[in-house]
């Protein structure tokens, strides 16, 4: 069997990691539809997964070797754990148990296949199939609700006849249905989205300094802009890493998000993320830090009619970034937020920090900028600009996008 190039999932590298339930034996005719919707499929099996279906049958269907164990060193000669976790564009887990949802929802990293889910970057799906009590359990609610909070696909399960005579939601979704639903997140059907194989990696929301606990400084983002650009760059083959602040946001299908408060832990995640290919600094992170946290609740004085707080500059994330010669960036792109004075000021800033492209907008205008689901900007490169009339944020965030790609072969 070939894969084509053409169909649905046309060129994906998808690692299939097979659960142990009795609806492994599912999965082989999963290989099959994947490799017919254009995938190259690898499969990594767990121990129960094992006592259901052989290696041996993935192997035949998949053409390579199904991964069984962290410990085997043949296989780990022929592709270590880590390279295959990296190989992949996209990890589905099919059948995901309800244990493993568990493990997964925990982080986990106790055999080959919760190992290789923590070690990924690339977007993960799970199909779950267990017994319909286990499914409605809160407990397995609540780690379903974790691993979706953190940008998981999750297909399924459907209702119907169990194992062991029982009826209810539970049933592993079809092989067709879930190749459908794995191809209606696939941003370009029909060829390489624009960021084809690229790694993103965006900021997004405000950034919360505490100043005792309770009390912080923030801003007014809402994470609107930043996770418009997420999406977008995921649907057009990207993947995706969106470090966001405190914002009350679904992750975009297919985005990995690393969720922070602060910015030096914004910094910390945004270093984490790297190396990355392009990166895109949309978060309003706080220019001013308390220079100390207060443990306790800072009380109101007797006679002071006013508080001294004490601030610090933070570090600039996206000048650091910029900077790094070491994070393999191919692009650095800034936001600039401002009121007045917007070209020259988004223009200092392109030079200031060393940026290849920033994105300026007008905030403090009703229907633009910070909350709103509109904005209107203006990018500028060195040599360049583009005007973005007002419209939502998620047209504005496809059409900067498509900019980012014309500017990487510039
Ligand atoms: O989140 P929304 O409600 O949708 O609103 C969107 C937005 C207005 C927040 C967004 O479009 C935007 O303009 N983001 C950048 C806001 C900002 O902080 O601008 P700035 O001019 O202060 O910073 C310039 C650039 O430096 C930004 O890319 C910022 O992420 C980065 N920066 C700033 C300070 C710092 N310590 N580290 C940084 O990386």
């Not at 539970?170 to 209606?184: H, K, M, N, Q, Y």
């Not at 609740?297 to 004490?310: P, Q």
């Not at 030079?351 to 920033?358: G, T």
Request: charged residues 20%; aromatic residues 4%; proline residues 6%.
């Amino acid at each position: 069997m070939t894969a084509s190039a053409t169909g649905p999932l046309g060129g994906q590298r998808i690692l299939l990691c097979v659960g142990g339930g009795i609806a492994a034996y599912k999965a082989l005719e999963l290989v099959r539809r994947l490799r017919e919707a254009g995938a190259q499929v690898q499969v990594a099996m767990t121990a129960g997964a094992q006592q259901f279906v052989t290696p041996l049958s993935f192997q035949a269907l998949s053409g390579h070797p199904a991964r069984t164990t962290l410990w085997d060193s043949s296989a780990e000669q022929a592709m270590g754990h880590l390279e295959l976790a990296r190989w992949a564009d996209r990890v589905v887990v099919a059948p995901a148990t309800a244990d493993l949802l568990a493990r997964l929802a925990h982080g986990l990293a106790d055999d080959l296949v919760s190992t290789l889910c923590l070690a990924t970057e690339a977007p993960l799906a799970v199909v779950p199939a267990m017994n319909h009590r286990m499914w409605q359990h809160p407990a397995t609610v609540a780690n379903v609700a974790v691993l979706r909070a953190r940008g998981a696909q999750v297909i399924g399960p459907d209702d119907g006849p169990l194992a062991e005579g029982e009826s209810g939601p539970g049933r592993l979704r079809e092989p067709d249905a879930i190749v459908a639903e794995l191809a209606s997140t696939t941003a370009v059907q029909a060829g390489p989205g624009l960021l084809q194989g690229l790694k993103v990696v965006v900021s997004a929301g405000p950034t919360y300094e505490d100043l005792d606990p309770v009390r912080y400084l923030g801003n007014r983002s809402s994470g609107k802009m930043g996770f418009a650009v997420a999406a977008s760059a995921a649907r057009q083959g990207a993947q995706v890493v969106l470090v966001a602040g405190p914002v009350q946001l679904e992750t975009p299908p297919g985005v990995r998000r690393v969720d922070v408060r602060s910015a030096a832990q914004m910094r910390e995640a945004v270093s984490a993320a790297l190396p990355a290919d392009i990166y895109i600094g949309a978060a309003a992170v706080a220019d001013y830090t308390p220079r100390a946290f207060s443990p306790n609740k800072i009380k109101k004085t007797g006679t002071g009619e006013t508080l001294a707080v004490d601030l610090v500059r933070t570090p600039d994330i996206l000048a650091e970034v910029a900077r790094r010669e070491d994070a393999g960036l191919k692009l650095v792109v800034g936001f600039a937020a401002e009121t007045d004075n917007i070209a020259d000021y988004a223009r200092q800033k392109l030079a200031a920090k060393r940026l290849d492209l920033i994105v300026a907008n007008r905030v403090g205008v009703p229907g633009a900028g910070f909350e709103s689901d509109d904005n209107a900007m203006t990018a500028y490169w060195p040599g360049g600009e583009r005007d973005f009339p007002p419209a939502p944020k998620v047209r504005l965030a496809d059409g900067l996008v498509e900019l980012v790609a014309q500017r990487l072969q510039a």
